[in-house]
C-alpha cells in the first residue's frame, strides 16, 4: 500500500505557472505508470499525463506542449509543470499510480489549481 500527497496547487493567472508535486510514502518503481489527472465538478476525471516506467510519456491533447510531467524515483516523487496556464485547466488535480495485472490504482487526496482570466 502506498500512500500519495499532492502539494503545489494554488490560485494563478492565465498565462503563469505551476509545479505539482507527489510525494510517496514508498518507491514507486513497482509501478507500471504514474500520471497525473483532473476532475471539475460534475464531469468525469481525466488523465493529463502519464510517465510509463521506462520513461514514455503521454499527454491529454490540451496540455500537450504546456504540462510536462516527470518522476525523481530517489525522492520516491511525480511532478507535474504546468505553463501557460488557461482558465479551463482550473480543476482538481489528483496523483495517480498504477500497477497493471492485476490492475490496481492509487490515488492522492486532490490539490486544487485554479486559473483566473
Known amino acids: 500500500q502506498v500512500q500519495l500527497v499532492e502539494s503545489g496547487g494554488g490560485l494563478v493567472q492565465a498565462g503563469g505557472s505551476l509545479r505539482l508535486s507527489c510525494a510517496a510514502s514508498g518507491s514507486l518503481l513497482s509501478f507500471h505508470a504514474l500520471g497525473w489527472f483532473r476532475q471539475v465538478p460534475g464531469k468525469q476525471r481525466d488523465m493529463v499525463a502519464l510517465?510509463?516506467?521506462?520513461?514514455?510519456?503521454t499527454y491529454h491533447d490540451s496540455v500537450q506542449g504546456r504540462f510536462t510531467i516527470s518522476r525523481d524515483d530517489a525522492k520516491n516523487a511525480v511532478y507535474l509543470q504546468m505553463n501557460d496556464l488557461k482558465p479551463e485547466d482550473t480543476a482538481v488535480y489528483y496523483c495517480?499510480?498504477?500497477?497493471?495485472?492485476?490492475?490496481?490504482?492509487?490515488w492522492g487526496q486532490g490539490a486544487q489549481v485554479t486559473v483566473s482570466s
Open positions: 510517465i510509463l516506467k521506462q520513461g514514455a510519456t
Open positions: 495517480n499510480a498504477q500497477q497493471w495485472f492485476p490492475t490496481k490504482d492509487y
